[in-house]
């Protein structure tokens, strides 16, 4: 049986290929949790590394000791990085049967499957255009099937300040887009240095929606919808989860053995050869 949902949220779902959930979780049952346990990760490593900074709240933790440990060491933010997706309240949150009741409303008659390698939390550091994700589709950089959702949650208020994520209404539309690499010249890797064909020109069609969203909302984005870091201006990171789940029952998915791209230690261009874009977008910033 299909899981109803209100049909004005499968609609604008369809119709502009995201769509805003205010207080999907449960800010203390869901939410708190994960935060508390980033609280307590951040404040090991503080102690680790002699970082005299306050962890006494979440907030704290993300907004001042995190920012003091990377100013000593950028390095020691990669381990929080990879610590904190390991906090087993977060992958409750990634599993809840709610997130699977969720995505076969929205494209009934599914089989969702949770993309392995595509849950974590961002930690978008102000400035930091290394690891900002420009315009882009989850497919490629995800793959498992074309049908998919990314599910984006914020562990703190997001401000206009912290660079909302941006979202090109409707362009789900364009379907797969093929793709090219480029480092960016930052040294850009993976996922992170895909590029769209012809982006300027594609997203010159489409309105620009950056939702504000707190902690407990949920943005959900289809596979193809194209969808930006916006650039962090204020003076601590901005936190948030996103996890991916796919269709198991979608044919592609079926064709390619629902294998993953960057995450799973694969290459896209193997998988889905007619992704790889012939020439550059010389134009794309
Ligand atoms: O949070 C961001 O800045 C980018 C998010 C994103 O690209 C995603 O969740 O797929
Ligand atoms: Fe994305």
Known sequence: ????????????FGVDGYVVLPGFYDLA????????GIRRIVAFLCEKYGVDAPTGSAVEAM??????????????GGEVYDAIKQIPAFLRL?????????????RPG???GIAAGGYGIRIDNPGEEKFRAHWHQEFPSQLRSSDGIVFWSPL????????????AAGSQAEGPIPVYRDGKG?????????????????????????????????????????????????????????FR???????MGVRIGWRGSFAAGEDFGEIVPELIAATPDQGLK
């Open 63 to 76: 907004t001042l000791a995190y920012p003091a440990l990377i100013a000593r060491n950028r390095a020691w």
């Open 1 to 12: 049986m299909t899981p109803s949902i209100a049909s004005d949220v499968q609609d604008r």
């Open 186 to 242: 930052v040294g850009a890797t993976g996922a992170y240095a895909l590029h769209l064909d012809q982006s300027e020109e594609r997203l010159a069609r489409y309105d620009r929606a950056a939702p504000l969203t707190k902690p407990g909302d949920l943005i959900l984005m289809d596979f193809m919808t194209l969808h930006q870091s916006g650039h962090n201006r204020e003076c601590f990171p901005r936190w948030s989860i996103q």
């Open 94 to 106: 990634v599993s809840r049967e709610q997130n699977d009741d969720l995505f076969r409303a929205l």
């Open 245 to 251: 789940l796919f269709n198991f029952a979608d044919p």
């Open 156 to 167: 703190l208020p997001v401000t206009e300040e912290m660079g909302p994520v941006q979202i």
């Open 29 to 36: 049952a869901d939410v708190a949790p994960i935060q508390e």
């Open 110 to 112: 599914s089989l969702p």
